[in-house]
């Protein structure tokens, strides 16, 4: 630890770490998208088709706090495509994996 208490050598900063997904599969067109939200009684809730700036541009639920209030929980959904290849297929493994998270409102 160096003399401001936060890590690494006198006078360089700790390292900064980042994790990196390749092979990921656009969710454009499956039956659920990178995310997806959901009203507490598990009613999903229409966010329009950019999602949350998914594309850059603003999203229709930053200029609607009503919908934005409606979220309890939010849903992530990834696809990855392997280099791998099924012996019995022929066809790249997928491997997906999805996740919520709760929040309380």
């Given amino acids: ?11 360089q900063l700790p390292a900064v770490y980042y ?4 092979n990921l599969i656009d969710p454009t067109g499956m039956s659920q998208g990178l ?3 959901f009203e507490a009684n598990g009613n999903v809730v229409n966010v ?16 609607d706090p009503a919908t934005l209030q409606k979220i309890d929980a939010i849903k992530v959904n990834l696809s990855t495509r392997s280099s791998q290849v099924d012996m019995q297929t022929g066809q790249n493994v997928v491997n997906s994996i999805a996740t919520i998270a709760e929040l309380e409102n």
Avoid: C, K
Wanted: charge should be negative; glycine fraction near 24%.
């Fill in 48 to 63: 329009g088709t950019n999602g949350i700036g998914y594309d850059g541009s603003a999203a229709p639920i930053v200029s």
């Fill in 35 to 37: 995310f997806t939200y």
């Fill in 19 to 22: 994790t990196e997904v390749q």
């Fill in 1 to 11: 630890m160096d003399a401001s208490g936060v890590g690494g050598t006198l006078g």
